[in-house]
């Protein structure tokens, strides 16, 4: 029924899209662009837009357009009653249905709509029921987003490696639930770019063994959810010899994952001469020398954040510090992408035994800073 689904705001920007068939193109959406256009009014943009291969129907909440791209005739009010109850399933989720609560919870959005739409047909859409599949965000959550700030600048660099041990020559096909996501893709040579190109779909012949099939990153800021947020407060009073540190972890968005081999290390200022902490998990050093301060977390336990508090003392006649130390923090969560990436499907031509078929999702941390 719905091929896909596009969210534009008021300044006529794509900020989200979904594809659950095969992907449409975002040309699509200048038919609605051009009812926009002659609309005198936003809410005047005619619900159902006809166009030489699909129809488009949308609605506006909360100063964004929901345009689902539809490909054969549908009761038009069933698709407009589905995007309502999306509209109130992120407004239930989130607390507020706004461009900026949707990015800031893009992975939940996409396993949202994954639930709601199986291959393009209404699935699971009362609350209760989601709520069993997908954890919502909680208050401590959206708590912390405040307390911590903004992401000065963000991006994920990703990788599909790929161990291959078939007998014969098979030809693989493997397609994901969202492909748009990729950017700036580098293949293996075994790939057929020109399918890639027309229907974002991966074929090639595999080599044997262990090889990378691909690369890829995610640019947009708006598009990385960010795994862990840290609560700091560290500070040197003028005039006085000692310094407070105090430093709280807890994980964000990980769907319910775990956060684990969390280590975190700062460089602290030359004038610190020693480090008096009690971290509440792992342990921590600190090397008086090189001024390196490190904890090692381990696992993040939800119920039970990780913190790592007490006092600096600065060397006789040291002043304040210009400025803070950063925070960096190294991480992995398993079982999850966190550009929101999941294979579809992987098929076998060519040969007639079935394979053994096997998937691992994993986030590790890059360059991960905070500053203080």
């Known amino acids: 029924m719905i091929h896909s689904l596009f969210l534009i705001n ?21 038919y609605f662009f051009e009812a926009q256009e002659r609309a005198t009014e936003p809410e005047n943009v005619p619900p159902v837009i006809p166009t030489p291969h699909h129809y488009l129907i949308s609605v506006l909440r909360h100063r964004i357009y929901f345009v689902a791209v539809i490909q054969s005739e549908v009761p038009p009010l069933f698709v407009i009653e589905f995007l309502h109850r999306v ?45 069993e599949l997908i954890k919502p965000p ?34 693989l096909t493997l397609s994901f639930m969202n492909p748009r996501l990729l950017d700036d ?8 770019f020109k399918r890639w190109e027309a229907e974002r779909i991966l074929s090639f012949i595999p ?28 500070t040197f009073r003028e005039g006085s010899s000692q310094g407070r540190f105090d430093l709280t972890l807890g994980p964000k968005q ?8 969390v280590l975190v290390s700062s460089q602290l200022p030359r004038g610190v001469l020693n480090a008096n ?14 001024k390196l ?43 999850m992408a966190i550009s929101g990436l999941k294979v579809n499907r992987l098929d076998m031509y060519g040969e007639k035994y079935k394979p053994f078929k096997g998937i691992k999702y994993m986030t590790k941390a890059g360059k991960f800073q905070v500053r203080t």
């Not at 893709?185 to 057929?192: I, T």
Request: with cysteine; proline share 5%; aromatic share 8%.
């Open 293 to 335: 301060l490190t904890w090692d977390v381990g696992k993040i336990n939800p119920q039970k954040l990780p913190s790592l508090k007490g006092t600096m003392n600065l060397q006789a006649g040291a002043s304040k510090p210009d400025e803070n130390p950063t925070i960096n923090i190294q991480f992995k969560i398993q079982q």
């Open 185 to 192: 893709v580098s293949f293996h040579p075994c790939v057929r």
């Open 254 to 261: 990980t769907m319910g994952k775990a956060v684990e081999s």
């Open 10 to 30: 008021a300044s006529g920007d794509i900020f989200l899209e979904k594809h659950w068939k095969s992907v449409v193109s975002r040309s699509v959406c200048d």
């Open 138 to 171: 909680t208050i401590l959550r959206t708590m912390v987003n405040t307390i911590t700030g903004s992401t000065i600048t963000a991006e994920i660099q990703g990788v599909i490696d790929a161990c291959v041990k078939l007998t014969g020559m098979p030809d």
């Open 207 to 234: 080599p044997d063994g262990n090889f990378r099939l691909l690369s890829y990153h995610v640019s947009s800021q708006n598009l990385v959810a960010i795994p862990v947020y840290v609560k700091h407060n560290i």
């Open 277 to 290: 902490l009690n971290p509440s998990q792992g342990t921590y050093t600190f090397d008086p020398v090189t």
């Open 87 to 131: 509209v109130d399933t992120f407004q239930d989720y989130f607390g507020v249905c706004t461009e900026a609560a949707i990015k800031d919870n893009v992975v939940v959005v996409y396993e949202l709509l994954e639930e709601m739409l199986d291959n393009g047909f209404p699935l699971a859409t009362e609350s209760n029921i989601l709520k």
